[in-house]
């Protein structure tokens, strides 16, 4: 109940009189009164309404704090602590297993009810929370989160090029204010008439923070409820900023490249071994390292002469890095067993279709696949980071997908007489090429229609995405030659 005190008073004794007519008694040791301004010492209690008072700085309805105060730094310092406690036991676990948990349960998840329901974003709490959180990550995952430019593209959403695994401090205002636009049409119907339409609570102070985010200081649309919305303006306002803070290409192209659709589909799925979607200690650091553009390993000597930088970009592409046969390998070998799984029967490099210069397709289907032609791809993975193709992918994220696509129809145009010729490109980054994107789109439904799985799109996509990495990590640990295995563990 809320309102003058007086008029509290004899709401709550009306209610005790009521209540023992049907047999029924108030118990005031779970009663509490609240007064705005702490005057609980101006308030004379009748008799037998002895409440327990509790200060504004220290109420809790819902496990929301209300008010900035105790109870909010003593409930964030809890989650602070908890995800210390959850540190301990990550540090044992692989690190695919770590990030997954950390991005889907344990970080912002779990943050999430407090963000949206208490001002949490007036507290310096939340920066204490993010340190942590990347020092959590830096432990598992075993990348250098310590540059802040890395850090903010990291705590980006996937489909902003980051690794899904949120900021505290950049989340707050965007979940607060989504929350509140959500609530208006309930206060309303709440509070008492006389209120009109006062905003929510710290509204105002959320506003001001998102603003500070994101860089807007037009009038802004408070009755949006969704948080994807709010939120987005926020993460497109840091990527746009990270793109103008770094003009060379390479950095261009790594963060162009990490937002394009498919680029992340290993981030969203869940690490089951047995379904072939788990990476190795070894590839994650690696897949993360690449998106990030972190260091991954140190400057040497390939073993074809050429040096190769801390990035590791030079190992993606090099000719005498058994990696690249590896992750050529992986790709055909996933697009061949869903070919199967969709219900047509295919043969891998097909003798017969030799174009004098020992070149094949990858496979064809023994089947028709459409209008009355068997299907005849394939594959390739060309380097987003290649000096043929950085200039192209700092300009636009599938570049190298696309002029890969162009020049293996070239290759195999006398194919289109008797096939459906379809190239599968895929880049190192995992952006997909214009006809890759649709192929393996309709593959996936395909599949769906024996299955019943209606995600087998999906699926697909990460499994895709996951045989990338993992040639991406043979590749550039084949620039070390004797001295590192050739391939990523299992």
Not at 22 to 37: S, V
Not at 160 to 188: H, M
Not at 201 to 214: E, F, I
């Amino acid at each position: 109940m809320g309102g003058e005190t007086e008029a509290i008073l004899q709401e709550v004794q009306y209610l005790k009189n009521e209540a023992a007519k049907a047999g029924l008694g108030l118990n005031i040791a779970k009663c509490e009164i609240i007064t705005y301004n702490d005057q609980v010492d101006t308030v004379t209690l009748p008799e037998g309404f002895a409440f327990e008072h509790t200060s504004k700085e220290n109420v809790v309805m819902l496990g929301a704090p209300l008010f900035e105060g105790k109870a909010l730094e003593t409930s964030l310092k809890k989650f602070s602590t908890d995800l210390e406690t959850a540190s301990c036991r990550l540090r044992h676990m692989p690190a695919h297993d770590a990030l997954f948990l950390l991005s889907k349960a344990l970080a912002m998840p779990r943050l999430l009810y407090s963000l949206r329901t208490a001002p949490c974003f007036m507290s310096n709490s939340l920066v204490d929370y993010d340190s942590k959180l990347r020092s959590i990550l830096t432990m598992t995952i075993n990348v250098d989160f310590a540059v802040e430019n890395r850090w903010k593209q990291a705590s980006l959403p996937i489909r902003c090029g980051g690794i899904g695994v949120r900021s505290a401090v950049f989340l707050a205002p965007s979940a607060f204010l989504a929350s509140a636009a959500g609530a208006t049409e309930y206060l309303a119907k709440l509070l008492p008439h006389t209120m009109g339409d006062a905003p929510t609570p710290y509204t105002g102070h959320a506003l001001v923070k998102w603003r500070a985010l994101t860089g807007i200081d037009e009038e802004v649309d408070l009755a949006r409820p969704s948080q994807r919305m709010w939120d987005n303006e926020a993460c497109l306002t840091v990527f746009d900023k990270l793109l103008k803070a770094d003009a060379s290409k390479a950095t261009q192209a790594c963060l162009k490249a990490a937002s394009a659709a498919g680029s992340g589909d290993w981030l969203k799925a869940v690490p089951v071994g047995s379904l072939g979607l788990k990476l190795d200690d070894r590839s994650v650091t690696v897949a993360v390292g690449l998106r990030l553009g972190a260091p991954i390993v140190a400057a040497h000597i390939c073993i074809c002469g050429k040096p190769v930088e801390a990035d590791g970009h030079h190992g993606l592409s090099c000719r005498r890095s058994s990696g690249r046969l590896v992750r050529h390998g992986l790709l055909n070998d996933q697009i061949f067993r869903a070919v199967k799984l969709a219900g047509y029967p295919s043969a891998k490099e097909p003798v017969g279709l030799d174009r004098g210069d020992g070149k094949r397709p990858d496979g064809i289907t023994m089947t028709s696949w459409s209008h009355g032609k068997c299907l005849a791809w394939d594959v390739t993975s060309p380097d987003t980071y290649a000096q043929s193709h950085i200039n192209s992918s700092a300009e636009k994220e599938g570049s190298a997908a696309t002029l890969a696509e162009t020049l293996k129809c070239r290759k195999y145009q006398d194919l289109a007489q008797r096939f459906t010729f379809i190239p599968v490109a895929i880049e190192t980054s995992g952006s997909y090429g214009e006809r890759a994107a649709e192929f393996i789109a309709l593959l996936g439904a395909r599949i769906s229609v024996v299955t019943g799985e209606q995600r087998e799109t999906s699926f697909l996509k990460q499994r895709l995405s996951m045989d990338i990495q993992r040639g991406n990590a043979a590749a550039i640990y084949g620039t070390f030659g004797d001295n590192a295995e050739d391939e990523p563990h299992e």
